[in-house]
């Protein structure tokens, strides 16, 4: 069984930084892409961000320039560096994961979430 677990969220002022952790653990046998999900209260979970085990990234258009994904494919683990947030971002961040465990195929994992939230 494959577990998230995500942290580094908080309350941080406009204009602020955050920088969100998931680690994957168990037994893991391959990651395939790595992603960013947020969710607005009210509001459908839309893509923020994805890499790919290669290290090939992609955004959604509106957080290009002040968000950015890495991962560490040692350590099963993904970040979002969030810069220049604004009152908008504030949604709870979940991190995905698709990728085989020991005797299962490729599948989506999914983390607990973690709230942002971006004062005025």
């Known amino acids: 069984q494959v577990q998230l677990v995500e942290s580094g969220g908080g309350l941080v002022q406009a204009g602020g930084s955050l920088r969100l952790s998931c680690a994957a653990s168990?037994?893991?046998?391959?990651?395939?892409?790595m992603r960013w999900y947020r969710q607005a209260p009210g509001k459908q979970r839309d893509l923020v961000a994805t890499?790919?085990?290669?290290?090939?990234?992609n955004y959604a258009d509106s957080l290009k320039g002040r968000f950015t994904i890495s991962g560490d494919n040692a350590k099963n683990t993904v970040y979002l560096q969030m810069n220049s947030l604004k009152p908008e971002d504030t949604a709870v961040y979940y991190c995905?994961?698709?990728?085989?465990?020991?005797?299962?195929?490729?599948?989506?994992?999914w983390g607990q979430g973690t709230q942002v939230t971006v004062s005025s």
């Open positions: 168990g037994n893991i046998i391959s990651i395939n892409v």
């Open positions: 995905n994961l698709f990728a085989a465990g020991l005797g299962q195929p490729f599948r989506d994992y």
């Open positions: 890499i790919t085990r290669s290290g090939s990234t």
